[in-house]
């Protein structure tokens, strides 16, 4: 706490008390004009230089990847690890949708920490994590700790997936953070295209644990970039983690000078009436009036003491909830997710049952679907800022968050008749050459729509991108983990002609949520604000 100055005489040193009280209004205080991710911080992460920013953005963007190919590059050597561990399938499939649970539900814990003690911390603790978990994996000698250390690596290495789109809203702005989201984006979708192709190559090579091995050695090397290269990006005046527990200091503490000249804290029974969680309401500071000399320390973000209710990471999860316009796009972004983890699980069946396909060339035909998901990342994310920018124009300069998704109705024409064209190549059992167009296709327009939407959900949630992405993770994995538990069932009974025009149908349900969003989203958002600030949430 800032220790307060007290005088007995008349004199008072009043330039003290004047820059403390001008540090917090720099520091915290937003004005209607600011909102709160342009507020005035030191050494602004948005203005370093192009080398700084391009650096963060490769390592997030390879840690992500290695972090990515994790989730299925066991799959070419389930069978291998069946028959070492004496494992039956039931467990092998355990060790899988193990990952896939904590892998989508833990970044909760993380993006709460990252608002705390910032995004390296969490990097490093993380990475940490997976690597311990990859070790373990490597060695292990049972199936039991098999699962249990897929679950660790899962918790490892769904940090970055979770912070990574937070930090590239650190460091760039708006108008240029579509570009940047589909850049990034390329690395977690080249992961699992690739995740196949290498762990089928390292297992045939030198036998199923060299898999985890690769990981340990990548993630070691991805361990000393965050504690060597990476700069921190998160600043605590963008943070309504920390802002929030600052304006409770504020309103719930006074100090107040007794007869005898000493200090007296005020009491605090007013802390949760006053507590308001929207940083875009007006800071107000304090003041005491006395017929004696009394100056009153206004305390600033190295004041704030925070407790559990401020890492409690559910709170931020049910606030991304409460919005009606952020549950209809994570529904939306989760349909996609679940699709495409479908569609790379049963192609992978399809190719080996019908086509008599070994686990490399399996590899090399799922790529196709990481290639079209990175052209479709990179160029979507240009496009999209591209739209971005004219339509803001065109309104005035008035910029909302909802013109993000109008780049999303270019993908909205294909997508559907690719899945039905990729259901009934299958089914027919025609070349696989046409099955490989296909699917770069369908990676192309349904990471187009994902990288879309996903910005909107950042720009949506200004000073809540960690808890907005990590509640999509959330809801992605979870949907993930439903659709590959009824693929199996749904594909034998339907086949893939039935199965994926029964997906085509779902994917037109999801472009109309998407539509519905981008026409009531904005009212949406605005009802929900002003809810907010009147509830002081």
Not at 141 to 158: F, H, K, L, N, P
Not at 161 to 179: F, N, P
Not at 197 to 215: N, P, T, V
Not at 444 to 458: E, N, P, Q, R
Request: aromatic share 8%; with cysteine; net charge neutral.
């Amino acid at each position: 706490m800032a220790n307060p100055t007290v005088a007995d005489a008349p004199s008072v040193p009043e330039p003290t008390t004047l820059r403390q009280e001008a540090d917090v209004e720099s520091s915290v205080g937003t004005s209607s004009s600011t909102d709160i991710e342009h507020v005035a911080v030191s050494d602004d992460p948005r203005q370093w230089s192009y080398a700084r920013k391009t650096t963060t953005l490769c390592i997030v963007s390879l840690a992500t990847m290695v972090s990515a190919s994790a989730s299925n590059i066991q799959n070419p050597s389930n069978s291998l690890i069946e028959a070492n561990l004496n494992a039956t399938s039931s467990q092998i499939s355990w060790t899988l949708a193990a990952f896939l649970i904590i892998q989508g539900n833990f970044p909760l814990i993380w993006s709460a920490a990252s608002e705390i003690k910032g995004r390296k911390p969490v990097y490093l603790m993380a990475s940490a994590l997976f690597m311990v978990g990859s070790a373990a994996l490597a060695l292990c000698q049972t199936i039991d700790v098999m699962i249990g250390m897929r679950a660790v690596q899962a918790a490892g290495s769904c940090a970055v997936m979770a912070i990574s789109a937070a930090t590239l809203a650190d460091i760039y702005d708006t108008h240029e953070r579509g570009t940047m989201m589909g850049v990034f984006f390329a690395a977690p979708l080249l992961g699992p295209a690739i995740g196949p192709i290498l762990g089928g190559s390292l297992s045939q090579a030198f036998g199923w644990r060299a898999s985890f091995y690769f990981l340990l050695i990548c993630e070691v090397v991805i361990f000393m970039s965050f504690l060597i290269l990476f700069k921190d990006t998160y600043r605590r005046e963008r943070s309504l983690t920390y802002c929030s527990a600052l304006q409770r200091l504020i309103t719930s503490k006074e100090l107040i000078q007794s007869p005898n000249g000493s200090i007296i804290d005020g009491h605090e029974s007013g802390k949760d009436q006053t507590q308001t969680g929207d940083v875009e309401k007006q800071l107000q500071t304090p003041t005491v009036t006395d017929t004696t000399s009394v100056i009153t320390s206004t305390p600033g973000l190295d004041d704030v003491k925070l407790s559990i209710r401020d890492i409690n990471p559910f709170p931020p999860y049910f606030r991304i909830l409460s919005r009606k316009n952020n549950v209809v796009i994570l529904i939306a972004n989760g349909l996609v997710f679940g699709f495409t983890y479908c569609l790379s699980y049963t192609c992978s069946r399809t190719l080996a049952n019908t086509y008599g396909y070994k686990a490399f060339p399996i590899g090399l035909v799922l790529l196709c679907l990481g290639i079209g998901s990175i052209f479709g990342s990179v160029l979507s994310g240009r496009w999209s800022d591209r739209v971005l920018a004219k339509m803001t124009e065109a309104n005035g300069g008035k910029w909302e968050a909802e013109m993000r998704l109008e780049s999303s109705k270019l993908a909205m024409l294909w997508l559907p008749p690719f899945v039905v064209g990729y259901a009934w190549v299958c089914e027919k059992h025609v070349n696989v050459a046409v099955i490989c167009i296909l699917l770069v296709l369908i990676g192309f327009s349904s990471i187009w729509m994902y990288t879309s939407t996903l910005a909107y959900l950042v720009d949506a949630n200004p000073g809540r991108s960690c808890p907005a992405v990590a509640t999509n993770s959330s809801f992605r994995g979870s949907i993930a983990f439903v659709s590959v538990l009824v693929a199996v069932p749904l594909q034998d009974a339907l086949g893939d002609g039935g199965l994926y025009t029964a997906w085509a149908g779902v994917l037109v349900g999801m472009e109309l949520l998407v539509l519905l969003v981008l026409h009531k989203g904005e009212s949406w958002r605005r009802a929900s604000e002003e809810r907010e600030l009147k509830s002081g949430n």
